[in-house]
């Protein structure tokens, strides 16, 4: 099955065996050596995420986007004097 790839500007088109998973496309080790993507990405059919174990229909664009980091917090402390 033939996949495009999208990672920011650039675009790769790939091929895969049937049954390829979202999960698998993630984790292909050309693409991420190539694009330097690390393990906190996801994968977006149409805008819309798709689970890891999904796999994308023949054709399919999958874009590759990185996740927000959720540890980033912003703590704000406030002291009262009197």
């Known amino acids: 099955m033939q996949i495009v790839v999208k990672f920011g500007s650039d675009q790769y088109t790939r091929n895969y065996p049937n049954g390829t998973t979202i999960g698998q496309v993630l984790n292909d080790v050309d693409l991420k050596a ?3 993507w690390g393990d906190n990405v996801r994968g977006t059919i ?3 995420e798709q689970p890891i ?3 994308p229909p023949e054709g399919a ?3 590759v986007e990185t996740r927000a980091n959720d540890k980033a ?3 704000i402390t406030v ?3 009197s």
């Open 73 to 75: 917090k912003v703590v």
């Open 34 to 36: 190539v694009t330097g």
């Open 79 to 81: 002291t009262i004097q």
């Open 46 to 48: 149409s805008g819309v």
């Open 53 to 55: 174990n999904a796999v």
């Open 61 to 63: 664009t999958v874009n």
